[in-house]
């Protein structure tokens, strides 16, 4: 009997090398950047609690933005991950092209609409519990979104790139380019925001100008590496030759992805306006959920390299026709991940009184914040499982299911529960957190229901040519 458990949910020595092959360099990528991203905050944290404030609205509402990127691009993604698993290598780069034009043509749409309602979006999170400057935070907030919108096209591209070579099981080159814009980023940080070595004192601008040139940087690495080695990289041979991708191919592509965009464009809304309704209850929690978030996303990593690892071993092998194969594969994924993230909540329950200290911000943040953590430490395993739930449906091209699942039950469940407890009640702010995260049991419900079934596993290349 154990077995037979070994077998079909923990798994052989052999297949977690396989996987540590996968996604080591992913957690390199993903911790570095989670872990100066905390840098990040903690330097604009120092500016005060208004100008991190501030930046903390913008990056939820560009949230939206890179949510609504990410999941247009996955409906393609799906189909570059099953036409790299059957060989397919012109299927990937008609994929490929299909990503560049929809991430390039979203950033100038995000851009208009930014600079149409910036202003009006920002002061949504803004109320006044006497604990700090909001016309400050308004016009640090602006600076700041003005500057990040030069962003936004490099952005895009570094994403169509980083997520085709994934697929293709090229993890190296997106983590070195990431490490590469981190850095940039953390050292131009150090010298725009605080006016080191001569530079001028920019604050919250410096820091939207260091993070612009970190994207250039990140894309103009990515596109060097890829046509560098175009004998490796065959899907980019004669990409830019012409913009044509196959009308059945666009047409498969928006069928599956559209409800994987409409998902990620409405989920990220959601997000938002859970934060949102937090933010009634002043400034002081708006900054501790803030830095209660980056903490979060410090200690996500595993979680969220996971749920790549999902997507592409699950969706090569789906591609490639082993369809009970890639079910084991999935038992052992999630198994693992939930599992371990038993113990790396464990671990941030043990942080979770230090990581306020290292801002300079007031008692009560700090208090806030760690309460916040403690929560957050408790929800991890259940965010992991449900995060990589969400990864294998979406990896059979059930994207309609992965909509309702993530995006529909985001705004029946934590939404109305996050809106109505922060207006109408005085029930504290810890314990309307914690009813948000752990609202999410039910969805585990749902996510296991979902995955025993087996309607997630299907091939939809088989019949590409």
Not at 125 to 150: P, R
Not at 287 to 308: C, E, K, Q
Request: proline share 3%; aromatic share 14%; hydrophobic share 55%.
């Amino acid at each position: 009997m154990f077995k037979r458990f070994k077998d079909n949910f923990i798994g052989d020595r052999k297949f977690y090398r396989s996987l540590l092959f996968l996604v080591l360099p992913m957690i390199v990528q993903q911790g570095i950047t989670s872990f100066v991203s905390l840098l990040d905050n903690v330097m604009v944290g120092r500016l005060g609690t208004e100008s991190m404030s501030g930046v903390a609205i913008v990056n939820q509402l560009l949230f939206i933005f890179n949510l609504a990127v990410f999941g247009g691009l996955s409906g393609a993604s799906i189909f570059g991950a099953q036409f790299f698993g059957k060989g397919d290598h012109q299927g990937v780069r008609y994929a490929f092209r299909f990503k560049m034009i929809f991430s390039v043509a979203m950033s100038f749409l995000a851009i208009v609409v930014m600079l149409l309602f910036g202003e009006p979006l920002i002061a949504l999170f803004l109320t006044d519990d006497g604990g700090g400057d909001l016309a400050l935070t308004l016009n640090e907030a602006k600076d700041y979104l003005l500057v990040m919108l030069i962003g936004l096209v490099p952005f895009g591209v570094s994403q169509s790139y980083s997520s085709t070579l994934r697929e293709t099981g090229e993890t190296v080159a997106p983590m070195t380019a990431s490490v590469i814009a981190i850095l940039t980023n953390l050292v131009l940080n150090y010298i725009l925001i605080f006016g080191s070595f001569g530079a001028p004192r920019l604050g919250v601008i410096g820091a939207a100008i260091a993070t612009v040139i970190s994207r250039y940087v990140e894309a103009a690495y990515l596109a060097f590496q890829t046509h560098r080695f175009p004998l490796k990289y065959v899907f980019i041979q004669g990409a830019y030759r012409s913009l044509y991708i196959p009308g059945d191919i666009v047409r498969r592509i928006f069928i599956t992805g559209a409800p994987l965009m409409a998902n990620e464009l409405l989920w990220s809304v959601g997000t938002t306006m859970i934060n949102q309704s937090y933010s009634t209850r002043g400034l002081t929690v708006v900054a501790a959920t803030n830095i209660a978030g980056t903490a979060w996303n410090l200690f996500s990593i595993i979680m969220f390299t996971m749920g790549n690892a999902v997507s592409i071993l699950i969706g090569q092998q789906l591609g490639a026709g082993e369809i009970e194969e890639a079910k084991r594969t999935d038992r052992r994924l999630l198994f693992f991940t939930a599992v371990l993230h038993v113990f790396i909540g464990a671990v941030l329950a043990a942080s979770a009184p230090f990581i306020p200290l290292i801002y300079n911000t007031e008692p009560p943040v700090r208090e806030l914040t760690t309460k916040l953590l403690l929560v957050d430490a408790c929800a991890l395993p259940i965010h992991a499982f449900i995060h990589a739930t969400y990864f294998t449906i979406r990896s059979g091209g059930k994207t309609f299911v992965t909509f309702l699942f993530d995006c529909v039950y985001t705004w029946c469940f934590p939404l109305p529960i996050a809106f109505f407890l922060c207006r109408f009640t005085a029930l504290p702010i810890v314990w309307v957190f914690f009813c948000v995260q752990f609202i999410d049991v039910v969805k585990v419900v749902i996510g296991l229901i979902l995955l025993k079934s087996g309607m997630w596993a299907n091939n939809i290349v088989a019949d590409e040519g």
